[in-house]
């Protein structure tokens, strides 16, 4: 048996990256002054009417509805730098006609740096204590990350593929800071946590594939994941309006098993062989462990994974060819945690929210050899998104806290390669 073959590769490399961000934030309060009559239209109308038309500094005070102050906080500035070094080595070996291996190790040597701007609160001198420091709050993560592979082709139409693999994932920028923000969709506050850990990934896959023809297939996969302290998004006590924050839990187990596929209809006939169906189907079971000290503060222990839908599904039905592509897409995840529920005077309940059903058009259409218009190729690509407009709907407990849609889109344009 020859283990050995002309495709047979073996290849070394290193990276190095670094980036850079500087992060202000203004707030600003509005008081109310003076005896302007306001209705709900205008304190609903857009911010920039609304600021000309009763904020501005050049109204006459006697005229103006209210007066923007600054809101500064120190916690609202930070800077940051993140620096990456890597190794890696990965070899692919074809071992017979049937059996394909591929192994790989990477070593990273990472660190992430946020320097937040806070009040000088410690210094034994009282009148230094509104000095703003620039204090720095790092994680490094350095180790190695494992991976392998192996494909086993039974014949030209059925192949298992088996994979093993360690990754990580490190919190954003700002999720690792401790200053705080105003939620984009909610009314709460967002405060960040620099004491988060990065999170360490095992992953283990199983997958069978079976092949029509070059573009068609179907496939079926098991797959099973520990997560080493991953990163949730929480609330935390609030007598007024709602906090919330990150935390790292102690741990998580994902397993769960997937479908996707594609097919032509050219079984209908010649005139339907650019016309096919695909999509992808997942279903995961997921159960979170939480640190100790953390059961006095969350409400529910051993259970599912902040922001994970236990089912997701996508399907597409489109017709492609070398000039034109037409989708019609549709998707739908189920309900998720938005929020772990925080256990304050009562015990609260995880925040769930339930995602709207999506559903996107998109046509592209390809045009070449324009000589008339001096062009030699033409794009043009319309998507008419969000069609079903379906809503999103957020609860705790038995209680609706918010529901909303979106709104469709439409975009078209029109692009060309010189």
Avoid: C
Wanted: proline residues 3%.
């Amino acid at each position: 048996m020859d283990w050995l073959s002309d495709e047979d590769t073996l290849e070394f490399g290193m990276n190095y990256s670094t980036k850079e961000r500087t992060s202000r934030q203004n707030k600003f309060n509005l008081r109310r002054i003076g005896s302007v009559e306001l209705d709900d239209a205008d304190l609903t109308s857009d911010i920039e009417s609304f600021y000309y038309e009763y904020v501005r500094n050049n109204i006459p005070y006697n005229e103006r509805a209210f007066i923007a102050s600054p809101a500064f906080k120190a916690a609202d500035y930070f800077d940051a730098e993140v620096n990456e070094f890597g190794m890696y080595s990965s070899a692919y070996v074809k071992a017979t006609d049937k059996i394909e291996t591929t192994f790989g190790l990477r070593f990273v040597d990472l660190s992430q740096t946020v320097y937040q701007y806070k009040l000088d609160r410690d210094n034994e001198d009282m009148s230094l204590r509104s000095l703003i420091q620039r204090v720095p709050e790092s994680l490094d993560v350095t180790g190695f990350y494992p991976s392998a592979s192996l494909k086993f082709k039974y014949d030209d139409d059925n192949h298992f593929d088996f994979a093993v693999s360690k990754t990580y994932i490190v919190p954003d920028l700002r999720e690792f800071t401790d200053g705080e923000y105003f939620h984009p969709y909610d009314v709460a506050t967002v405060i960040g946590n620099p004491e988060l850990e990065n999170t360490d990934i095992y992953s283990l896959d199983l997958k069978y594939s079976h092949y029509m023809s070059e573009s068609e297939n179907i496939k079926a996969g098991l797959f099973f994941k520990y997560l080493d302290k991953p990163i949730e998004d929480v609330m935390i006590p609030s007598s007024s309006l709602p906090i919330y924050s990150y935390d790292n839990a102690d741990s998580a187990i994902l397993y769960g098993i997937e479908f996707d596929g594609r097919k032509n209809f050219d079984f209908l006939g010649e005139d339907y062989s650019n016309y096919y169906l695909s999509g992808n189907f997942s279903y995961t079971q997921s159960n979170v462990s939480l640190r100790d000290e953390q059961l006095e503060t969350y409400t529910t222990n051993n259970r599912q994974l902040q922001g994970l839908s236990n089912i997701v599904m996508n399907a597409t039905i489109g017709y492609d060819n070398d000039e034109r592509n037409i989708a019609l897409s549709y998707n739908k995840m189920g309900e998720r945690i938005r929020k772990v529920g925080v256990i304050d005077e009562f015990a609260y309940p995880d925040y769930y929210e339930t995602p709207p059903q999506l559903l996107d058009f998109v046509w592209q259409e390809k045009f070449e050899n324009l000589d008339g218009f001096g062009i030699d190729n033409l794009n043009a690509k319309l998507k008419i998104g969000n069609i079903l407009d379906d809503e999103t709907v957020w609860r705790q407990g038995s209680n609706v806290t918010k529901s909303f849609k979106t709104g469709q889109t439409v975009a078209f344009g029109v692009s060309s390669k010189f």
